[in-house]
């Protein structure tokens, strides 16, 4: 279900500069590995319990239920799971250990797990395994609290993985979300041939009005318009950079062969625009909408006429 295609899509990756540093400040040296090596037997036997465990513990929680909805997704995440658990003692902690971490966290973020909810059942898996050392080595409790340390390290190496991937993923949707409202919140729509309308409201910032522009000159492309009126009824305030750059837009669609009517210019925008000291001589605007459609549509030679046969109706000819 998860490929490398995947993995690449993530905004998550590490070099191999970026995981030796993340073992140094977990403070994972080479008797540490030694240690974590001898315990190969006693977790690859308790493998699936230790997996069944961790997922019961989540399941419990009432947590991620899209992921306990779907068997085939649970099968994946529990085969992830014990090749971590068997990954985990091998004492190799490279990129393709690091690719298999990050490879499960994509895993646990599709289906929904929250990062609180999987530091819990992690904590419960790291209980069971210390329970489990100490009681393989009961001559040696110093020796078995020592190995339990050495897998902490590698428990933290590997929370540290786990939760940038969740945290980076959750904030990649969270990016995904805000591009969408910004256009949906910014709709270029042709009204006829050659004619479109570009309605604004809301505030706008630096990185709206670039997104506005890029819409704009897209479909001006796409609809081989001539005539754009963009209004801006539902602007309350316009700073100096956004002034700057509606003025840029304007400029950018008539090097495409298109002109821009400006409507709606509030007297407090107008006056802003004034006192910023804003070329405005090259700019076409009028009063309201309803005057810049009339307007650009002279301009692109229709006339409205009323019909005899529907009184109060205008009709554009």
Avoid: C, W
């Avoid at 963009?230 to 509606?246: C, E, F, Q, R, Y």
């Amino acid at each position: 279900m998860l490929d490398q295609q995947s993995l690449r899509s993530s905004q998550f990756s590490l070099d191999d500069a970026d995981i030796e540093r993340r073992k140094i400040i977990v403070d994972l040296a080479a008797e540490d590995i030694s240690r974590i090596t001898t315990l190969k037997g006693v977790i690859a036997q308790e493998g699936d319990r230790y997996t069944e465990d961790f997922f019961r513990y989540l399941r419990d929680l009432g947590e991620a239920p899209a992921l306990f909805g779907r068997r085939d997704a649970l099968a994946e995440a529990k085969r992830r799971k014990r090749e971590h658990l068997t990954a985990l003692t091998n004492g190799v902690y490279d990129q393709t250990y690091v690719d298999q971490r990050a490879a499960l966290a994509l895993l646990y973020s599709r289906y929904g797990l929250e990062t609180r909810a999987f530091l819990g059942a992690f904590h419960h898996l790291l209980r069971a395994l210390g329970g489990d050392i100490m009681k393989r080595f009961p001559d040696d409790p110093n020796g078995a609290f020592q190995r339990f340390m050495s897998v902490k390290k590698v428990a933290f190496f590997d929370i540290g993985i786990i939760t940038d991937v969740l945290t980076s993923e959750r904030e990649r949707t969270i990016s995904q979300q805000q591009e969408a409202i910004r256009e949906l919140s910014t709709p270029v729509l042709q009204v006829r041939d050659g004619l479109l309308i570009l309605p604004i409201i809301g505030m706008i910032d630096s990185l709206r009005a670039k997104q506005l522009t890029d819409s704009l000159l897209r479909a001006i492309r796409a609809n081989r318009a001539r005539m754009v009126v963009m209004d801006i009824t539902g602007v309350a305030a316009v700073d100096s950079k956004v002034a700057n750059h509606l003025i840029q837009t304007v400029a950018a669609a008539r090097l495409m062969g298109s002109t821009v009517i400006i409507t709606g210019l509030s007297a407090d925008v107008a006056q802003a625009l004034v006192a910023l000291g804003v070329d405005l001589g090259k700019i076409t605007t009028t009063a309201d909408l309803q005057g810049g459609l009339e307007e650009a549509e002279r301009l692109l030679g229709y006339r409205v006429v009323r019909s005899a046969e529907a009184p109060g109706q205008r009709l554009s000819a």
